[in-house]
T-cell receptor, first 114, second 110 residues
Framework: EAGVAQSPRYKIIEKRQSVAFWCNPI?????LYWYQQILGQGPKLLIQ????????DSQLPKDRFSAERLKGVDSTLKIQPAKLEDSAVYLC????????????FGPGTRLTVT | DAKTTQPPSMDCAEGRAANLPCNHS???????VYWYRQIHSQGPQYIIH???NNETNEMASLIITEDRKSSTLILPHATLRDTAVYYC???????????FGAGTTVTVRA
């Protein structure tokens, strides 16, 4: 079974530029999550999708961050414009509606904003 | 969700059991204890979870005290590849949201 795929793995941009990250969850997983992990901290949930609907985006800075999951499969997270404090690893995870709800994480995208 | 407290770091010897403590004194009856780990430069990896009974799988064992206020993750024979940050998370049944703390950095030494 293929795992959660993310791209790119690394991205360096200047502040005020825009950037997009892509995630393809495990096949059949209805729930998809985006997390932000700042160096030295645990991951923080940004947004949770159930199929193509948003379940929780309470921690998403909506003035600059946006996310979509149009067909209920893969998802894109965008930052526009980026700030220095957005430097972090962006993790995507997915889970099935059956089982214990364990989340399976991708390798993440490391973003550096200069 | 109940908060958890973990030691910031611990060392253990290769081949020995590693016992990772977690305090969750405000846990509610419908909250599960989950453990994840994150190896350097990788995404977190699910290890095990439990409600009140002890649990064991191919990776680890989870011991939950009778009052459910604390738990211990046991890695029976630690290897160098078990070096990682280990997160103890309390989660409400039916709510898939995970709230990660700082975790315990475990270093397995040869």
């Amino acid at each position: 079974e293929a795992g959660v795929a993310q791209s790119p793995r690394y991205k360096i941009i200047e502040k005020r530029q825009s950037v997009a990250f892509w995630c393809n969850p495990i096949s059949g997983h209805a729930t998809l999550y985006w997390y932000q992990q700042i160096l030295g901290q645990g991951p923080k949930l940004l947004i949770q999708f159930q199929n193509n609907g948003v379940v929780d985006d309470s921690q998403l800075p909506k003035d600059r961050f946006s996310a979509e999951r149009l067909k209920g499969v893969d998802s894109t997270l965008k930052i526009q414009p980026a700030k220095l404090e957005d430097s972090a690893v962006y993790l995507c995870a997915s889970s099935s509606r059956t089982g214990g709800g364990e989340q399976y994480f991708g390798p993440g995208t490391r973003l550096t904003v200069t | 969700d109940a908060k958890t407290t973990q030691p910031p770091s611990m060392d253990c010897a290769e081949g020995r059991a590693a016992n990772l403590p977690c305090n969750h004194s405000t846990i509610s009856g419908n909250e599960y204890v989950y453990w994840y780990r994150q190896i350097h430069s990788q995404g977190p990896q699910y290890i095990i979870h439990g409600l009140k009974n002890n649990e064991t799988n191919e990776m680890a064992s989870l011991i939950i005290t009778e009052d459910r206020k604390s738990s211990t993750l046991i890695l029976p024979h630690a290897t160098l590849r078990d070096t990682a940050v280990y997160y103890c998370i309390v989660r409400v049944a039916g709510d898939y949201k995970l709230s990660f703390g700082a975790g315990t950095t475990v270093t397995v030494r040869a």
